[in-house]
């Protein structure tokens, strides 16, 4: 009896074999009940570890973004105060605590940097670029980026989001959606007011300089959060 | 929106209408008023009925059309779009002013029951009381009960936007004729109580017909083929089939899967995308499970039935449906294996199946092309809080690649369903993701 059992435990060895070894057959995947899994939706367009497409693509790094910034755009997506149809469409029946859940996923990654993309060739652009985001403009009452998004330009706690690492094409996009209302944040919407002030080309020296800027190496690192010089939903007062 | 060839027929029934609409407007009196059972007069709403009234209303996902995205719960405004112009929802709070707060309870019986305003003007049939009329008046009142008790919110309604002649409502009176027959759901003596709770529930607050039957010229249901599914109207989604055991129908499907799939928005069998997914998300996930197998068990009754709508695609020749077969499958192999598996038969709940999956198998392919192009979550529900996804393809893929990968699920592993050309995707690009 038990040398039956022993060829029958033997048997169904071997046609396991068979069977995992056979030309095209699969093994039987076990499904890993983790959020990268359940995100790996995301990464067709924002990487696998939400590390973005590169510079010459639209789609934007969302890895080491703030938490509290995260969750708020998610917000926004589904419940149709930020546009874009693709995000839209894919946030529309989350409920709150999924979406927390997903931007402190994100928060919390912290993938390598894409090379940034090739500064532009205009040197007047480049250095109008480079003014607007240290020192601002204060002929058009435009503050510098660099008073709310950090020194280092890597963000300020807790919502603000880093500007580095970012591809050209989606920073000049959210600065003309603001521009013509089609963006909206938390009010007060202190980055509409901003936008207004600036011209197009304005926008687009920001947008390239921004996009080629290598990322500094605490990019990581939100800064303590200050008074900012607009009042901004989101952020303490 | 009207091609030239469908002219002649739709002047043809608009004929019919008009004609209809002088030959009944004198004698809309008869459905207009009058009809309605005697209430009591009651002015205050027990909080029994109250409850009772938020849940039936979740069973009618009134807020779905009652909202606009992120705005305030039943406050109306949200557009319709329809092929015959758009529609803006009521506010359906007890604002006086702007809302339904001086309303009677037989007010709003004859909204429900009648399609009928206060001021005895028909509603839109897009305010689905061919469903609704179905509805008992003591459930009619609970609802009453639970809106009269919600947060007022005052916005005023938006007018509608409909094209001539469809913005004469006395147009409507003639459709009334046609199509509306008012009337309470009666009990099938033949079936168990199970049964009937979920035919009622189905065929009044439910309203699943109003996307699972297929609509005629007129954006009527197709009554003779009740759930032989349909294209939905502007949105481009295809409401499959509930009969057809060729197609889509439920013949195939066990009343378990089917309570999953209804009330947590994923199953054995398939999960829930689109209008669906909305559906469930603000409706039936709220509804108990008892109810929702009523319902399950309702639907799985309906008689199989032959093909629905014929689809739309185009023809292709043999061979170029081999070559996108070929080209789908190595497009298979590189974006689709890790979660549907080589033999498609998924990872499910958290990746549908492929094979046998009637959704990717019926006659119109709009469905696997949309979820190919533009991915989808499953609804966030009780039970199921954190849904694995889909992605969208539509940037990676062209139209060729979405076509041949979408060929070849719908030929593979016993699947047996025509192919899909590269034009019928491109077509797909464009349609408003809204919904």
Redesign the interface.
């Known amino acids: 009896m038990r040398s039956r059992a022993a060829l029958r435990i033997a048997l169904t060895f071997v046609a396991c074999i068979a069977l995992t070894t056979h030309g095209?057959?699969?093994p039987t995947?076990t499904?890993a009940d983790t959020?990268q899994?359940?995100?790996?939706?995301?990464?067709?367009?924002h990487g696998e570890q939400g590390e973005g497409r590169g510079a010459a693509e639209y789609y934007p790094r969302i890895s080491g973004k703030p938490a509290d910034y995260l969750f708020t755009q998610l917000q926004h997506f589904?419940?149709?105060?930020r546009k874009y149809?693709?995000m839209?469409?894919?946030m529309?029946?989350?409920?709150d605590?999924?979406l927390r859940?997903i931007a402190d996923y994100y928060a919390a990654l912290q993938p390598a940097h894409l090379a940034p993309a090739k500064p532009s060739p205009d040197a007047r652009e480049r250095q109008r670029g480079e003014v607007l985001v240290t020192r601002g403009d204060t002929s058009k009452s435009i503050p510098p980026c660099a008073g709310c998004h950090g020194r280092t330009l890597t963000g300020m706690a807790p919502g603000i989001p880093g500007l580095v690492g970012l591809p050209v094409d989606y920073i000049a996009a959210q600065l003309g959606a603001w521009k013509t209302g089609l963006r909206v944040a938390t009010p007060p919407d202190c980055m509409l007011t901003i936008a207004q002030r600036m011209s197009g080309s304005d926008i687009a020296a920001v947008a390239k300089w921004l996009g080629s800027q290598p990322p500094p190496a605490d990019v990581a690192k939100l800064a303590p959060p200050v008074k900012l010089p607009l009042r901004c939903g989101n952020h303490p007062a | 929106m009207t091609s030239p060839a469908r002219t002649p027929i739709f002047l043809y029934g608009l004929l019919v209408i008009v004609a209809l609409a002088i030959a009944t407007d004198s004698a809309t009196s008869q459905t207009g008023t009058g009809s309605a059972a005697p209430s009591g007069g009651r002015t205050s709403a027990a909080a029994s009925d109250i409850q009772r009234g938020e849940y039936l209303a979740r069973a009618g996902d009134c807020i779905a059309c009652h909202t606009?995205?992120?705005g305030e719960p039943f406050a109306g405004g949200l557009a319709m779009a329809t092929r015959f112009g758009t529609l803006f929802t009521p506010n359906i709070t007890p604002d006086p002013e702007t809302g339904i707060g001086r309303w009677r309870e037989e007010d709003f019986w004859q909204a429900m029951h009648l399609g009928r305003m206060p001021s005895g003007q028909p509603y839109y049939p897009a305010f689905p009381y061919d469903n609704y009329t179905r509805v008992s008046r003591a459930d009619v009142d609970a609802i009453f009960a639970y809106l009269k008790s919600i947060k007022p919110v005052r916005r005023k309604n938006r007018a509608h936007e409909m094209a001539f002649p469809y913005n004469q409502r006395a147009l409507l009176n003639g459709w009334r004729a046609l199509y509306f027959e008012p009337g309470e759901f009666e009990p099938a003596a033949t079936q168990s109580a199970e049964w009937n709770r979920g035919a009622y529930l189905v065929q009044g607050l439910g309203h699943c017909d109003a996307c699972h039957t297929g609509r005629n010229f007129l954006g009527a249901t197709r009554r003779a083929d009740p759930f032989a599914g349909g294209v939905m109207p502007v949105q481009e989604w295809y409401a499959p089939s509930l009969t057809s055991s060729g197609e889509a129908g439920l013949g195939q499907w066990e009343i378990d899967d089917l309570v999953a799939f209804l009330h947590s928005?994923v199953s054995r069998r398939g999960a829930a995308y689109g209008p669906m997914?909305?559906v469930?998300?603000d409706g039936l996930q709220y509804l108990s499970e008892p109810d929702v197998r009523a319902m399950a068990v309702y639907l799985k009754s309906l008689v199989p039935r032959g093909a629905a709508e014929s689809p739309t695609q185009l023809r292709i020749t043999e061979q170029q449906g081999k070559e996108l077969f070929e080209r789908g499958a190595a497009v298979y192999e590189r974006w689709c294996?890790?979660?549907h598996?080589?033999?498609g038969k998924g990872?499910p709940p958290?990746?549908p199946p492929l094979a046998g999956n009637q959704s990717i198998t019926m006659d119109s392919a709009v469905n696997p092309v949309r979820m190919v192009m533009?991915?989808?979550?499953?609804?966030?529900t009780a039970k199921n809080?954190?849904?694995?996804?889909?992605?969208?393809?539509?940037?990676?893929l062209s139209d060729d690649d979405i076509a041949s990968v979408v060929t070849y699920i719908r030929q593979a592993w016993g699947n047996r369903s025509l192919a899909v050309s590269a034009t019928d995707v491109g077509r797909y690009r464009s349609i408003?993701?809204?919904q």
């Open positions: 095209r057959a699969q995947p499904l959020m899994q359940r995100m790996a939706a995301c990464g067709i367009c589904r419940d149709g105060r149809p693709q839209v469409y894919l529309r029946y989350m409920d605590r999924y859940e | 606009v995205r992120g928005g997914a909305q469930i998300f294996v890790d979660c598996l080589r033999d990872i958290a990746y533009f991915g989808g979550f499953p609804p966030v809080r954190r849904p694995y996804g889909m992605p969208p393809f539509a940037q990676a408003p993701l809204e």
